[in-house]
């Protein structure tokens, strides 16, 4: 059972290799990565490519002159084309609004609005519905501050100095 389960472990240490480097990878670079001997690392290139190969994924590994690759096929391409195409998720005045709200939180909604003009009004909103930001009443305004979905989104940790509305 121990010997099964440090096969998985080796399996997932090739497979992340694969996936990380986005590039054909000769064996030897492989070995001096995952520190496996390179028969052994043969056997689990050929399981791994096997098991992609059965559980029908659009994921595959490629073997091309002893150079191994992950890739995805060629019908999903297109996707991969698509994200790869470097458009931001956020346009730059959205994120210079986010920022403002991060800096200054809490922050009212009206002193947003005057600092990044009236299209600030739709990309609020656009946060409250993601959920990155929190809004409360306050007079005929809101105050607004970041959630924790903001902080688990952007992988950030939550500086406890900050100030915090109640």
Do not use: C
Not at 87 to 112: D, G, H, N, W
Not at 120 to 138: C, D, Q, V, W
Request: net charge neutral.
């Amino acid at each position: 059972m121990q010997e099964q389960d440090e096969n998985t472990e080796l399996l997932k240490k090739v497979e992340a290799a694969l996936f990380i480097s986005a590039r054909f990878m000769p064996v030897d670079e492989l070995v001096m990565l995952t520190s496996i001997n390179p028969i052994m690392l043969s056997d689990l290139l050929k399981e791994l490519k096997t098991g992609y190969e059965n559980k029908n994924s659009a994921l595959v590994i490629v073997n091309k002159d002893n150079l191994w690759k992950m890739d995805v096929l060629p019908e999903y391409q297109n996707i991969i084309t698509r994200l790869a195409s470097g458009k931001p998720e956020f346009s730059r005045a959205e994120q210079e609004t986010l920022a403002i709200i991060a800096y200054k939180q809490p922050i009212k909604q009206s002193v947003v609005i005057k600092i990044r003009g009236n299209k600030a009004y739709n990309e609020i909103k656009k946060f409250l519905e993601m959920g990155l930001l929190k809004a409360r009443k306050s007079g005929h305004t809101f105050e607004l501050e970041l959630s924790q979905d903001f902080y688990d989104y952007f992988q950030l940790e939550k500086k406890e100095g900050r100030k915090e509305t109640k």
